[in-house]
């Protein structure tokens, strides 16, 4: 758990590339020791068999340079984002907030694959990327059309472990644990339509880190719950991610969410050639409280920083 160290939050920035002395990499690993294991399956104390196997040779440092990327139409190529630079360090859990239609979701698509980049690159551990794989998975926003209707909630877990060719012994113990670890175990037999749109979501997490991809993508996956079950998942989520320390890129508009949740805050400009303007690293201990001075002041800081976006471009 990421606590232990007060310092404070806000008081600087780093530049997109996180070129200070206090950029990505040298971040990456302060946080990897203390026991993420809280919270896992069942809850239970002994020796857990149907844990979450954590591959500790398992790494996922995405980094974005010079990335751009744009939209062909008939009549014209509209650059939606320019010359991004921006790494991401193993196990980190990165937030991007952006005005609406940045391209936020653009560049989500780009490092998932389904977008080629038009220029610049995108590498996981020093791997090209240029179209999907297993070692990143997407949960999407839309709470109500993102799992198999006709499927239970083991089969929508258990139908991407299927497809990676698992033998069933391990579908199933993978399924145990990661049903568990979203806290719903005792959901598997039910389908989509019997369930809240935050345990859909907890569904999706779930199908999402069985295939236990080094790098899970988020595009506001929290935008369409109502404010109370928003909190709870987002509570939810930090407890995931100390237990499994999965690269977390994490696509929000809400500004308050993306200071309760980061390591780091990027702050993307109005667009279009929209780029990462500034990255905020939040280093404010878990959990962090709305009523923290600390906190407010990071928020403030960064909708002023979106307000003049906005302003630029309005
Ligand atoms: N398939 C597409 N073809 C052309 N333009 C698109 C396409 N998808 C998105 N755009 C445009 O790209 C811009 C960024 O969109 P998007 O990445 O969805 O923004 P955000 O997720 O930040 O709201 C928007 O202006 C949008 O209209
Ligand atoms: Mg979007």
Same mark, same amino acid.
């Given at each position: ?24 990499? +040298? ?11 809280? +919270? ?13 196997? %954590? ?35 193993? +196990?980190?859990?990165?937030? /991007? ?16 694959? #389904? ?14 990327? %240029? ?15 993102? /799992? ?10 258990? #139908? ?12 199933? %113990? ?9 806290? /719903? ?13 935050? $345990? ?21 996956? #929290? ?36 200071? $309760? ?28 409280? /709305?009523?923290?001075? %600390? #906190? ?19």
């Amino acid at each position: 758990m990421p606590r232990g160290r007060s310092a404070r939050l806000g008081g600087r920035a780093e530049g997109p590339a996180g070129r200070g002395a206090s950029g990505p990499t +040298g971040r990456a690993g302060r946080r990897r020791g203390g026991g993420g294991a809280r +919270g896992g399956p069942g809850g239970g104390g002994s020796a857990r068999p149907d844990r979450p196997s %954590r591959q500790e040779t398992r790494v996922g440092e995405l980094t974005l340079r010079h990335l751009s990327q744009g939209f062909v139409t008939r009549t014209e190529r509209t650059e939606i984002l320019r010359d991004i630079d921006l790494r991401i360090p193993h +196990g980190e859990l990165f937030c /991007l907030v952006g005005p609406s239609g940045c391209g936020k979701t653009t560049l989500l698509n780009t490092v998932a694959g #389904f977008m080629p980049p038009a220029s610049g690159s995108v590498d996981l551990d020093g791997q090209p990327l %240029r179209a999907p794989g297993n070692d990143r998975v997407v949960v999407f926003q839309d709470v109500h059309n993102s /799992l198999f209707p006709w499927m239970t909630v083991r089969d929508n877990v258990e #139908f991407g472990l299927k497809m990676l060719g698992l033998e069933r012994a391990e579908r199933q %113990r993978r399924v145990a644990a990661f049903l568990g670890l979203v806290g /719903l175990s005792d959901h598997g037999l039910k389908f989509p339509a019997e369930l809240s749109g935050g $345990m859909k979501q907890r569904v999706q997490i779930a199908r999402a880190l069985a295939i236990e991809p080094k790098v899970l993508l988020m595009d506001e996956p #929290f935008a369409s719950l109502d404010a109370q079950t928003r909190r709870a998942m987002q509570a939810e989520l930090l407890r995931i991610w100390e237990a499994t320390r999965t690269t977390i890129l994490f696509i929000t508009h809400d500004i308050l969410e993306a200071v $309760m949740l980061g390591d780091r805050v990027g702050v993307m400009s109005r667009g279009p050639a929209a780029t990462v303007v500034r990255i905020f690293p939040l280093e404010l201990p878990r959990p962090r409280s /709305l009523g923290d001075p %600390r #906190f407010s002041t990071t928020v403030g800081q960064i909708d002023a920083l979106l307000g003049q976006e906005n302003d630029h471009g309005a």
